[in-house]
């Protein structure tokens, strides 16, 4: 009988002689120091012995040192030499398998065994016990050192004769037949060889740990029979040889090392779970991980992060377990760590939507199920208001993967509705992306219908509930004092009564009313309840109970259907939000919204359009996108007609929108020429039913058309013109208007044509005169189209100051008649009353008119002197640029290249920089004679500025007529933006308009001025910046906006420098107004990203000026909040720290400090910034003994302790403890201060009352001598009243301030009091004066005493 094995810790420990006579290596053959060929031969002689001989041969000692050494030397052999060794060794492990089998099949008796000579039972046993460990252990041996790099080809293979070999040499393939040999092993029955035990633990450790270690190669498990054949490994050894906690813990330590084995290890327990039909090894970890400590996971987060997708992939394949013992994993929702968190979070979707399904066993157990389910789903709710934000987005990606799976029940569906919904509005973005991505899952796969009206909704519920009334009417009566017959907490049943009523026979009727809807998108419903149209006919409900369960689900649908409509005004916040995927999402979800017909969807859409000039790719990729899908994407007729609508509903922004997205995609090709056709159509009247609005819109977007594509307007030139100004113009006053833009847009070639034209180039001047002239335009219309009228006279005709001129002459005599210029001017002097009389002359309207042709059409010929002077520098660089071309191609005569050399020369003397001077000069000119005149005389708009100015400063005039007020100034602003002197001659008044104008669209339009004028006199408005600002604290919202605009315009232009008035528009940050507060954000935030951030520089400046300004603290710190919010480089923030300090020396208030020391708090420190804050410590310790300050800093300190380096921590705390001293020190000073001073006071007030006593004293002195009646008071009697009271007032005074007094008899017998002595301090010197006065008076009046006794001797 050979000798035991045992399996060693090592390999090498085999060749160490043990104390007993287990099997050891007797004669190491060392192969590394072998020739080739000896090498060879030992391999030969090894595989032949293992062939030839039965598979226990193994056990000789001989065949097992030489089986060890090759094992041991396995590295240093040749590719064929392995393949064999392997070979053998497998195939005879394979054989001895069958083997162990049979032990139990084909016992042998003892007496058998010994008559033939046989091993024993006993000795089989054992033999087969050794073989199988000794086989076991070289094969795993060499799987371990093939993995670990050692079975890579030596050296020597890598000549030429060896190559061939090596390439034979496939690793891969041996592996995965060893692995599968070693699997199969521990699955066969091992009972004969151990009894009703398990093998002995030495063998399965073994087995297990070198399994283990190969799945921390993850390469290995890329090989999927690899992978099979560990998972059966340890899959038998931890489920059918109980190897179980070990096993459980190895897992939990790789799970916790290695991110990569989740997945694998989840495979592994399940593929165990399942193939035993044994739970342990699942049960065991999760008991491990849920007696884990919560604190363990906040410090090894990937540790957390590992075992938490470890749980969620363990639920996903073994649902049913997990879920009997997941009260193991809740008590974890309490720890701190939010991975963990996030993973039960994942465990709970996959368990409601897979482990309640099968509706097997008794009633009690399906209602255990039931309540377990419950109790998860009341649970996720709870998480959806958990404290970390990664965690309230995890619950809202597995709500809407339950609403995919079809597991949220009706019940339930609209409170997760509501969640969502509430969390749209929550202050991380990725919370926000995931509840709306939930809203848009929700609306996918809800089970109430592809069309969810409110109003629809209404509609059939109440035609329900008649019927149900109807056939329940004797409930209905006993019910009648509830109000409904339905309540409607129906809709709010949990998973019984609602989806029990609508699978006990309700679903016959909802099918019957689905079959009557559409499909939208090809999206599937789990069924529908609604069909979003009148219902005719029967019913075809056929009891009581469906039309309740009806009835229920219809009220859920409502109620689902207004939840979301109340979400419109949030998602238009989202719209406008600064993350991209807020708006991306919420776009998506308004499509939704749109496609099942939501309340409110479609005007929320039309928000997004603004959106097309966000300077990120991703919104304007998000925008275009969904404008093509709703609007574009479609037949060409339905598309020009959502386009033209579109068009006709619009504001101002919306149409600038909509212009420049509709310019793109005609630009693209997106906007086909189909539906160009299709909008000439419905300009033309071409499609029945159009009105002259819809027309109007069909032009209108083809104006935006064609600012891409000129062509589009050219080929309809005179349907345009028949139809833009003729009888349709009077239905739709602004179809004038937009023929003049369409007009205007005409390529030059048709504007030439149009000129050209004998017929259409006077009839259509004569219309805009006529447009100009005429009152068949409703006043709020008139002014709009006129001035696009003149621009289009600028623009279009040859000679437009000729045309423009005759436009203003026929105004004015119009309304003046002959009345001559100065008379005009002379009417306005004076009072009121001689303005009233001439205004009673004339009507208020056409006079306003007159100020608002004049005004625009001098600014229309101010840009069109700067276009002429722009078109004659342009043809001056062409010529300069294509007269050398010439030259060097030599393409010219002999004349033409000597001027062309001439102008070179002209060039470098600088004759050609003259041309331009005196090209400017030109247009300075033409500029003045605008306003001005020339030396004939003053025009046409020069007669009517004095009008204009001395109209507007009749105060007492313009306050009649508010209407003429506004057009008046109106007029002087475009005046005063033609010419500098006209401007600072009434700049005063614009100012004075600006701030007191009784009426809010003057001041809007005499700020917006100021921007204009700004621009164009930069240095006539600088010495007024201040009075600028000063239109941000006008009382009306919107004369506020517009000033926060102006600035912002001019600011962020570098057209105004940021002056000391810039905390005017940080006071905005806090207007009452929305829209204000946010557009000084923007501007805020647009300021910080110019330059170096202009911010940084600022923010002193801006936290003194609000210091000063008596703000409430709430305000002062959300606007100081957000300023410094805006600062992100370190080197900012370490020289805010500086500069902020440094401000504590020059300031006494104790506000100012309050604010500086909050500023500081609100700093992000770095390192450098500690250190500095810390250093400047003499800067800011007077005030410290202000409590709100030092709380500032203590704040300061809490957060710097958190990033803090050990050196630097250790300085933190030492400055705390400065900090804290001086604080303290400060405050006793100050206590001490205090009483001091009251001290003081009481020493006053007694020495009042002495002085008072003693004068009464005297009186009466003087009249009892006066009396003569001879009696002498003694004095000491009278003293001694008034020195009690000092004695109480003494102890008093001891008492509060530690003060003592002491009173002597001096040798006259005359009382003194002692100067006040200050325990250890020395007396101030009021307290002495005090002190030697008493004194004085005491002697003064003994001795009158004496005088008096003297007397009367």
């Known amino acids: ?210 399994a283990f270690s190969m799945f921390e190669n993850n390469t290995l498990l890329k090989d999927p029979e690899t992978k099979d054949a560990l998972c059966r490994i340890i899959g038998a050894c931890g489920t059918k040889y109980h190897y179980t906690m070990q096993t459980a813990a190895s897992i939990l330590h790789l799970i916790h090392k290695h991110d990569y084995l989740p997945q694998h290890m989840a495979d592994l327990v399940a593929w165990a779970e399942k193939k035993y039909r044994d739970g342990s090894l699942a049960l065991a970890l999760i008991t491990e991980i849920g007696r884990m400590n919560t604190k363990d996971f906040t410090r090894d987060t990937a540790g957390a992060d590992n075992v938490g997708r470890f749980l969620v992939e363990l639920s996903d394949r073994l649902p049913k377990l997990v879920s009997t013992n997941i009260g193991i994993l809740v008590p974890h929702f309490g720890g701190e760590s939010y991975k963990i968190r996030n993973a039960l979070v994942g465990v709970f979707g996959k368990l409601i939507a897979k482990a309640f399904k099968d509706v097997e066993g008794d009633s009690a157990a399906k209602a255990h199920r039931l309540r377990g389910k419950q109790a998860m789903l009341e649970i996720l709710l709870e998480r959806c208001r958990d404290v970390s934000a990664y965690t309230r987005s995890r619950v809202l990606q597995v709500w809407a993967e339950l609403c995919e799976e079809r597991a949220v029940s009706i019940g339930l569906w609209n409170e997760v509705t509501e969640i969502a919904a509430g969390r749209l509005e929550d202050k991380s973005a990725f919370v926000r992306k995931s509840a709306l991505n939930l ?52 809709a709010h049943e949990d998973d019984g009564d609602v989806d029990s009523k609508l699978s006990n026979g309700g679903n016959g009727s909802i099918n019957q009313i689905d079959s009557q809807s559409q499909d939208i998108g090809g999206e599937s419903c789990s069924f529908s309840v609604h069909n979003g149209v009148s219902i005719e006919g029967p019913l075809g409900i056929a009891n009581l109970e469906q039309t309740r369960a009806l009835v229920a689900s219809l009220e859920a649908g409502l109620r689902f259907a207004k939840c979301l409509s109340s979400t419109m005004p949030t998602l238009v916040q989202l719209l406008a939000s600064s993350t991209a995927t807020d708006v991306e999402h919420t776009i998506l979800l308004l499509m939704r919204c749109r496609q099942f017909q939501i309340d409110g969807a479609e005007a929320c859409l039309r928000k997004m359009l603004p959106l097309v000039f966000s300077q990120d790719k991703s919104i304007y990729d998000a925008v275009e996108g969904a404008f093509i899908t709703i609007y574009v994407q479609k037949s060409a007729t339905e598309a020009a007609a959502n386009l033209l609508h579109l068009a006709i509903d619009s504001n101002i922004g919306d149409l600038a929108a909509l212009e420049f997205i509709v310019s793109t995609l005609v630009a693209k090709g997106d906007i086909s020429a189909s539906v160009i056709s ?62 003049c833009i369409a007009l205007e847009r005409l390529p030059d070639e048709d504007k030439q044509k149009l000129v050209s034209s004998c017929g259409n180039g006077s009839r259509v001047f004569s219309i805009l005169q006529t447009l100009i002239n005429g009152y068949w335009l409703p006043d709020h219309i008139w002014y709009s189209a006129v001035e696009k009228a003149i621009s289009t006279i600028y623009i279009v005709h040859p000679t437009p100051e000729v045309l423009a001129a005759e436009v203003v002459r026929q105004v004015q005599n119009a309304l003046f008649g002959c009345i001559a210029g100065e008379k005009e001017s002379s009417d306005l002097d004076g009072d009121g009353a001689n303005g009233g009389n001439f205004i009673s002359a004339v009507q208020v309207s056409t006079l306003s008119r007159y100020f608002f042709v004049v005004g625009h059409v001098a600014l229309n010929h101010l840009v069109y002197i700067e276009t002429c002077v722009k078109k004659i520098q342009k043809q001056k660089t062409k010529k300069e640029r294509s007269l050398p071309e010439d030259v060097q191609s030599g393409g010219m005569g002999a004349p033409l290249q000597v001027a062309a050399q001439d102008n070179n020369i002209n060039a470098e003397l600088g004759i050609n920089a003259s041309d331009d001077a005196k090209l400017d000069s030109l247009s300075e000119k033409a500029e003045k004679e605008i306003v001005s005149g020339n030396n004939a005389g003053k025009n046409l708009i020069g007669l009517c500025a004095p009008v204009l100015t001395k109209l507007c400063r009749n105060f007492s005039l313009v306050q009649k007529f508010p209407e003429l007020h506004a057009s008046g100034m109106l007029g002087l602003c475009k005046l005063m933006v033609i010419d500098a002197n006209f401007c600072e001659a009434n700049l005063q008044l614009l100012f004075t308009v600006a701030e007191s104008a009784p009426t809010e669209a003057v001041r809007s339009n005499c700020t917006i001025a100021l921007g204009d004028l700004a621009v164009r006199f930069p240095n006539l408005l600088e010495p007024w910046t201040e009075k600028m600002y000063g239109r941000l604290r006008d009382p009306i919202v919107s004369v506020r906006k517009n000033a926060v605009l102006v600035l912002s315009h001019l600011i962020l232009n570098d057209m105004m420098k940021v002056k000391g008035y810039i905390n005017e528009m940080a006071l905005c940050l806090e207007d009452m107004d929305e829209r204000i507060a946010n557009l000084a954000k923007l501007f805020f935030n647009e300021l910080s990203k110019k330059g170096s951030n202009p911010i940084y520089n600022l923010l002193p400046d801006i936290l003194s000026r609000l210091s000063n300004d008596n703000l409430e603290e709430q305000t002062f710190c959300n606007i100081m909040q957000y300023l410094i919010g805006l600062i992100k480089k370190d080197k900012q923030m370490e020289g805010l720290v500086e500069k902020l300090c440094n401000r504590f020396c020059g300031v006494t208030d104790i506000k100012q400090w309050e604010g500086i020391a909050y500023c500081l708090s609100q700093l992000a420190f770095t390192e450098k910034g500690m250190k500095k804050l810390i250093e400047s410590f003499k800067s800011y310790e007077h005030a410290l003994s202000e409590d709100s300050v030092v709380e500032h800093f203590r704040n300061i300190i809490s957060k710097a302790k958190k990033f803090s380096k050990p050196e630097l921590r250790s300085c933190i705390e030492e400055f705390e403890e400065k900090l804290n001293m001086f604080h303290m020190e400060k405050k006793e000073q100050e206590m001490t201060t205090k009483n001091a001073l009251f001290h003081q006071q009481k020493l006053e007030k007694f020495g009042n009352h002495t002085a008072r006593s003693e004068g009464f004293q005297g009186e009466e002195e003087e009249e009892n001598a006066s009396r003569g009646t001879g009696e002498v008071i003694d004095p000491h009697e009278e003293m001694i009243p008034s020195i009690r009271k000092s004695e109480v007032g003494n102890k008093e005074l001891e008492e509060s301030s530690n003060i003592s007094s002491e009173m002597e008899c001096s040798e006259t017998g005359n009382l003194e009091f002692q100067s006040p002595q200050v325990s250890q301090r020395r007396p101030s010197k009021t307290k002495r004066n005090v002190g030697m006065g008493m004194q004085e008076k005491e002697k003064a009046r003994s001795s009158t005493i004496r005088r008096t006794k003297s007397t009367k001797g």
């Open 678 to 739: 299709a909008l000439w159509d419905f300009f033309c009247f071409n499609v029945s039913g159009v009105t002259a609005e819809q027309s109007r819109g069909a032009l209108s977007v083809l104006c935006m058309a064609a600012k891409t594509s000129t062509k589009i307007l050219g080929s309809h030139l005179q349907d345009i013109i028949d139809i833009g100004f003729g009888r349709w113009a009077k239905v739709e006053p602004l179809l004038a208007r937009t023929t």
């Open 1 to 210: 009988m050979a000798s035991p094995f045992t399996i060693p810790h090592n390999l090498v420990d085999l060749e160490e002689e043990p104390e007993d006579d287990r099997l050891f290596v007797r004669n190491l053959i060392q192969t590394q120091n072998l020739t080739p060929s000896g090498l060879d031969e030992l391999v030969k002689g090894v595989v032949f012995d293992l062939s030839d001989k039965d598979v226990f041969c193994i056990e000789e000692q001989e065949v097992f040192d030489q089986v060890y050494s090759l094992v041991k030397g396995f590295g240093h052999l040749e590719a064929s030499a392995r393949a064999n060794l392997i070979e053998s060794l497998r195939s005879n492990f394979s054989v001895l398998l069958p083997n162990i089998a049979s032990l139990s099949r084909t016992p042998v008796s003892p007496h058998e065994a010994q008559a033939e000579a046989e091993p024993s039972p006993h000795e089989r046993v054992a033999s087969h016990r050794n073989a199988l460990k000794i086989y076991t252990f070289f094969l795993q041996t060499i799987l371990l050192s093939g993995d670990s790099g050692s079975g890579n080809a030596p050296k020597g293979t890598q000549s030429k004769s060896k190559k061939h070999s090596v390439q034979t040499w496939n690793w891969e393939v041996h592996r995965g037949r060893i692995t599968h040999l070693l699997a199969s092993a521990l699955e066969t029955d091992l009972k004969p060889l151990y009894g009703m035990s398990d093998p002995e633990e030495n063998y399965i450790s073994f087995v297990v740990k070198s």
């Open 439 to 490: 809203l848009i899952t929700m609306l996918q796969y809800n089970p109430f219908g592809p069309q969810l009206r409110t109003s629809s909704f209404e509609g059939t519920l109440e035609k329900y509930k008649q019927k149900l009334q109807e056939m329940a009417p004797a409930e209905h009566s006993e019910e009648s004092g509830q109000g409904e017959v339905i309540d409607e907490s129906t």
